[in-house]
């Protein structure tokens, strides 16, 4: 059996699976195409989300141990770009915040000037507290009022800035500039040092983001969520309504409320193919050309490729934006998926973790690799608790009813994801570190 | 203005808090700074491995409890805290029987180790979770206070009370004693020299008749104990909850390089640091402040420079502003 057999039969599995868990209850499955399109969706955006993961360490060997808060810019990005505008918002204190904002950043920079022009000693650190000192009090008072009038507006349902209005689409692009901003930040303290430093800033950043989107209600209300986004098609309820749609729906043999929840499921999975596709082409051309060449002789040798001219940290920032651009494109992607945006549920386990195991078993250095990773990974995540749930059955069948090891065993099955995840990724690093669709 | 009553809330608010965190912080640092000297890569399961042998800990003493052992006033868990330190070491010696020896024979690059260390992270977070559970465990008994806040006010006459909690106390003397055996350790035994030996130059300590092999051994023996010191020590004083620890990773991180990666006395100072830093910025220092100022200058706002919830964000800023100035740390690591 030739390689490309072999790798096209993995892809053929996963369908089989995705189409068996429409079409059968048999064991685990559930037969339900609403199940299966749903997990069909998700694996789509698992499987962007592994392409940017696998450009930073596959083609250049960078440990990004933050995507969650790059998903989760790419989610507030959604926010911002799609909700409706409010305009109280933006007369109260929208324009104060936006301008303590730009203080803050001015702060920023004019500390780096004073470092950067005048001479080292006791001036330029007095200068230099100076500027901190007082660029952060000038924020505060103009942040802290514009908070608090911004955040007074209907707080039940708005409380925040709002946001501009626009296509829902537009947001997935402008998720990925958010996720490439923070990217270059930290990729510009954290790279050109250790390999060990940007895993560790990273995963800081990570945390701080998701501390912001919980904390700072003008934003995106918080942890009080934001619901009912905006979509990029019809809802159920207007197709229900529609009776063209209805009789479209019979002539298959179906009622209009399924008909109308599948649709809908299934002009998703059409988008985020088309996105899947565009990316999974571009990510092959970098690849195959120059530069992706480069970076892969980089990546296996940093000190001949240095010798050779190659600025290794500036390609390595590129390339680290560029994937966690992607992280946030897809982060948008889920966010329009849900239509709400909810920081409370962001946890480094779904969202970096489980990242890092689509990439490592479907292949590093292999875009199909990570996209067939993505798609598997994801279906086994889903479905590894009933089978968790299964399996502690069988093993506790003998037991007596009512133990209380047995009911210790069967409430902490749910636990045993993270045991499993981490086993899985020791165990393909150690027997088989080029994964299913080993790179070429 | 009252200068005294100042002082006081400074130090009940402030100085003991910081110095308690301090010290956790810099027990956790030490760990990871050792494993960096010897073992050259950043383990990121060390705050699981606190969370493991701090539950180890718990699941004794409260076997202990149920016996009717106690240790009168201070708490149960110090009595249990040698078998959690046995637990934790087992079990890191298994996973670097079964986990880091491989890789350390195929001399493989630091970020492979590194994650690796993220799926032993995830492995061992999924068996305290599951024997343990997610939630709180509180197992802190004895004594509470050494001091409470209101004999202090009768014994003074102060306004403002000091309350010092036994916790506090323990954790502040136990890792003064834990510290200095380890120095006194390093520095003085045979075993401990042929650990900075190894940790200074490889090559050199093998050409010496260094076993590898038992350096290594030794050095995540000495890191399970000072990992479940430090767990046992932070769940006394806080509570226990698994998905704590995994917060714990990040300033301890800091902690360890802001002193230099690889350099014990740093990660003591670097411990500190972070601690001081995060409880004076998250602090309102409106009581102080009113204490302190004529009172045409009290403040009117809570004079909190950053609410509680970005206690993180200070030790994230910390370490980028360390890492862009002095990639080596305050005190000379290795690590660049």
């Known amino acids: 059996m030739t390689e490309t057999m072999k790798h096209t039969l993995l892809f053929v599995f996963v369908g089989v699976m995705i189409l068996a868990e429409g079409a059968t209850d048999f064991l685990f499955f559930s037969g339900s195409w609403n199940s299966a399109l749903v997990i069909l969706n998700m694996g789509l955006i698992s499987a962007i989300m592994a392409i940017g993961v696998n450009i930073q360490w596959g083609f250049a060997g960078l440990f990004n141990v933050g995507i969650m808060g790059f998903t989760a810019l790419g989610g507030l990005a959604v926010v911002l770009v799609s909700t409706p505008v409010i305009p109280a918002a933006w007369s109260s204190g929208g324009v104060s915040i936006v301008m303590a904002l730009v203080m803050g950043a001015l702060t ?40 608090g009038s911004v955040e007074a507006i209907n707080p039940a349902l708005q409380g925040n800035i709002g946001g501009l209005g626009l296509p829902v689409l537009l947001a997935w692009p402008a998720g990925g500039l958010l996720a490439a901003g923070a990217a270059w930040l930290i990729g510009k303290t954290a790279l050109g040092l250790r390999s060990d430093y940007l895993a560790i800033a990273t995963l800081g950043i990570a945390e701080i983001i998701i501390a912001v989107l919980k904390n700072e209600d003008w934003l995106s209300r918080g942890v009080k969520n934001v619901v009912g986004l905006p979509r990029p098609m019809a809802y159920e309820i207007d197709l229900q309504a529609d009776p063209a749609f209805i009789e479209r729906a019979a002539a298959f043999g179906l009622d209009g409320v399924e008909a109308s929840t599948l649709y809908v499921k299934i002009i998703y999975a059409l988008m985020f193919t088309v996105v899947l596709l565009a990316l999974l082409w571009m990510a092959q051309m970098a690849l195959k050309s120059p530069w992706g060449r480069m970076m892969r002789a980089i990546r296996d040798n940093e000190t001949a490729a240095e010798a050779m001219g190659k600025d290794v940290t500036r390609r390595h920032l590129q390339i680290f934006v560029l994937g966690s651009a992607i992280c946030g494109i897809a982060g948008a992607m889920m966010t329009t998926l849900d239509s709400q945006m909810t920081p409370g549920t962001y946890n480094p386990l779904r969202f970096t973790f489980l990242i890092w195991v689509m990439v490592i078993v479907g292949g590093s250095g292999n875009n199909f690799g990570a996209v067939l990773g993505g798609m598997l990974i994801w279906f086994f995540w889903i479905k590894v608790e009933p089978m968790g749930i299964l399996l502690m059955e069988l093993v506790t069948a003998g037991m007596a009813e009512g133990s209380a090891l047995k009911a210790h065993l069967l409430e902490s099955a749910s636990h045993m994801r993270l045991f499993t995840m981490g086993l899985i990724l020791l165990l393909v690093l150690r027997f088989s570190p080029r994964g299913l669709i080993p790179e070429k | 203005m009252d200068l005294l009553n100042a002082l006081v809330a400074l130090t009940n608010f402030v100085l003991v808090p910081g110095l308690a965190y301090g010290s956790q912080l810099a027990l956790g640092a030490l760990g990871v700074t050792l494993i960096y000297g010897i073992l050259r890569f950043s383990n990121f399961a060390h705050g699981d491995t606190m969370a493991f042998g701090a539950m180890v800990t718990i699941l004794i003493t409260w076997a202990f409890q149920s016996m009717g052992l106690s240790a009168g006033v201070l708490p149960t868990a110090l009595l249990a805290l040698p078998f959690g330190i046995l637990g934790a070491i087992a079990l890191v010696l298994l996973t670097d029987r079964t986990v880091y020896r491989f890789y350390r024979e195929q001399k493989a690059k630091p970020v492979i180790f590194v994650m690796v260390s993220l799926g032993v992270m995830f492995m061992m977070n999924g068996i305290v979770r599951f024997i343990i559970g997610p939630g709180d465990q509180r197992f802190a008994d004895g004594e509470r206070f050494i001091i409470k806040a209101r004999t202090f006010k009768q014994m003074t006459g102060l306004n403002e009370g000091l309350a010092i909690k036994t916790t506090q106390g323990i954790t502040v003397i136990t890792a003064i004693i834990v510290v200095a055996v380890l120095f006194w350790f390093l520095n003085k035994t045979r075993t401990g020299k042929s650990m900075r030996a190894y940790s ?32 046992v020590l932070y769940g006394l004083d806080k509570s226990f909850k698994p998905f704590t620890y995994f917060q714990l990773l990040l300033p301890i991180f800091a902690s360890a390089i802001v002193g230099g990666l690889g350099n014990p006395i740093g990660a003591i100072a670097g411990g500190f640091i972070i601690a001081f830093s995060e409880v004076t910025i998250t602090y309102a220092w409106k009581k102080v402040l009113t204490y302190s100022l004529p009172d045409s200058l009290a403040p009117d706002g809570l004079v909190q420079l950053l609410s509680t919830d970005y206690k993180f964000a200070v030790s994230f800023a910390i370490l980028i502003v360390v890492l862009l100035f002095k990639p080596t740390g305050l005190f000379k690591g290795k690590a660049v």
């Open chain 1, 108 to 147: 920023v920079v004019s500390a780096v000037m004073v470092t950067k022009f005048l001479p080292a000693g006791k001036l330029r650190t007095a200068v230099l507290l100076a500027v901190l000192i007082v660029g952060f009090f000038v924020y505060r008072a103009i942040f802290d009022p514009a908070v």
């Open chain 2, 200 to 231: 200074d130059n490889e090559d050199l300590a093998l050409l010496s008749g260094i076993n590898p092999e038992r350096v290594v051994m030794y050095t995540w023996m000495i890191v399970a104990a000072l990992a479940t010191i430090a767990g």
